[in-house]
């Protein structure tokens, strides 16, 4: 395993350009947010150990967090602008997936725990020798670079602070590490339901819209601070415009 190496060039940080207003929220997407933020992880869980060895560890974009077109769905873990560092798996368990791309999430490997659980570690450099090798072996029968392999449980399996990859930045602008957690319906939950995260402030509502959807309801009311209640009929969705703070960072 190489040792982590700088960044070559400079950066517009891991998260990209976020919305920051309702102009660009769709109610399907704020239906999906409400579903997503509800599912509970599962109780009495012992916190997971930090993946990456960095010092402090700290995040760079946040689970639900407001994208242009889309919700991001886990954390972005800081790799302090370079590529190389040791991926620990958190977790026993088998790897399920693994996947090569040049957009979107790179190198992925998706690893399940014992639970049914799935995480999902993207961008990263390279894959431990079990999935490298099973990868480099699909690419020449094939004779192409993008490729998405399914492995039966059990097949590669994988314990607890063993390293299944190094960091990178594969299929994004900027060297950091994307950790998803799925349930055993691959709905996202927060992976800081899980992790010991350091963080420790609040989110902080900015602005509440209800937005009609059906022909009997209003045109949308946008809810002031400070309103105690607001007549409706119909139905709605409702969206709300919130920042979450990481140290001085705030995520939409």
């Not at 963080?199 to 900015?206: A, F, G, K, M, W």
């Not at 959807?213 to 009929?233: C, H, K, M, Q, Y």
Request: glycine share 10%.
């Amino acid at each position: 395993m190489n040792p982590p190496r700088p960044q070559t060039g400079p950066r517009n940080g891991a998260s990209g350009k976020a919305s920051t207003g309702f102009r660009l929220w769709q109610p399907g997407w704020t239906i999906l947010a409400v579903l997503v933020s509800v599912v509970p992880a599962s109780a009495e869980v012992s916190a997971w150990l930090w993946p990456v060895p960095t010092d402090p560890p700290a995040i760079t974009g946040t689970f639900m967090e407001s994208r242009e077109t889309r919700f991001h769905t886990g954390l972005d873990i800081r790799t302090a602008g370079r590529i190389g560092w040791p991926v620990a798996s958190p977790v026993d368990g088998s790897v399920r997936r693994i996947r090569c791309s040049a957009r979107g999430y790179g190198l992925a490997l998706y690893l399940e725990d014992e639970a049914g659980r799935t995480l999902v570690f993207a961008h990263l450099d390279r894959f431990f020798a079990p999935a490298a090798e099973r990868l480099a072996a699909a690419q020449r029968a094939s004779g192409r670079y993008e490729q998405d392999l399914e492995f039966p449980r059990g097949e590669i399996p994988v314990q607890s602070g063993e390293v299944v990859a190094l960091s990178g930045e594969t299929g994004t602008g900027a060297p950091h590490l994307h950790l998803e957690v799925r349930d055993g319906g691959q709905r996202p939950v927060n992976p800081a339901d899980f992790l010991d995260l350091p963080d420790r402030v609040p989110p902080e509502v900015l602005g509440i819209r209800l937005v009609p959807v059906d022909p009997e309801s209003p045109l949308p009311v946008e809810i002031e601070p400070g309103t105690v209640s607001v007549a409706a009929r119909g139905q709605w969705a409702v969206q709300v415009l919130a920042v979450d703070r990481t140290g001085s960072a705030p995520f939409p």
